[in-house]
């Protein structure tokens, strides 16, 4: 099916009016926002909307042993190539994923980067290169001084903060770009509890998460 473009005051008016209409499922569509004008005391978004045409397939919850060793090459490799010398990857399996662990003594600013955008870049480059090797998302991640950790725990007091602003009166909020496993959190976090939905908005591997109470 054609994508659809819906001028509305929210974005959330503006899904529902699509799911209305098509009679689909929150779940089954993909949402883009291609213009948002700021007034006074109002706001009009421009917002492209169209049903999935295809199924993802499921992914596997685990990695095989050749796909960590290619992953943990892959990301010293990456480290090599942007002039880190002294480090080490240290490999820990998890329930659902394998996680990479970079140990670099004073340099953990530097692969964090400002906002993790340095981290963020070779968590993305790291799966990019694994789905071209192996044809399939590869649960790996990364990590480097307890930032994934300290990050769970910022994005949890968001989510809180965020279904405190919604709860209050009907509304949506809009986080900023977020990496696929982040807005995961937030979905997991948020859905469960009545009256509010989740869903991202863009295109590419980053997206921004609307939380809403008008759907």
């Known amino acids: 099916m054609q994508s659809e473009r819906i001028v509305s005051d929210s974005i959330s008016s503006a899904v529902k009016e ?10 089954n569509i993909a949402i883009n926002l291609l213009k948002e004008k700021i007034f006074i005391d109002s706001r009009e978004y421009t917002v492209e909307i169209s ?6 397939p499921q992914r596997e919850n685990s990695a095989s042993d050749e796909e960590i060793s290619f992953a943990k090459k892959t990301l010293e490799d990456m480290l090599n190539f942007s002039l880190f010398k002294e480090f080490s990857v240290t490999i820990e399996n998890k329930p659902c994923y394998c996680l990479l662990k970079i140990n670099a003594p004073g340099k953990d600013g530097l692969i964090i980067g400002k906002n993790g955008r340095n981290f963020n870049s070779l968590q993305y480059l790291l799966l990019l290169a694994l789905e071209k090797k192996f044809h399939r998302y590869v649960p790996v991640l990364i ?3 307890s930032y994934r950790e300290k990050r769970i725990k910022h994005l949890k007091s968001l ?3 965020l279904i405190r602003f ?7 909020k809009i986080t900023d770009f977020l990496p696929s496993y982040e807005r995961k959190l937030i979905h997991e976090e948020i859905t469960p509890i009545k009256g509010i939905s989740t869903f991202s908005i863009g295109k590419g591997p980053y997206k921004k998460v609307v939380i809403t109470t008008l759907l």
């Open 18 to 27: 699509y799911l209305d209409k098509n009679k689909a499922e929150l779940n």
């Open 51 to 56: 049903k999935r045409n295809r199924l993802f």
């Open 143 to 145: 990590d480097a001084g």
């Open 159 to 161: 989510c809180s903060e």
């Open 166 to 172: 919604v709860s209050e009166k009907p509304d949506e």
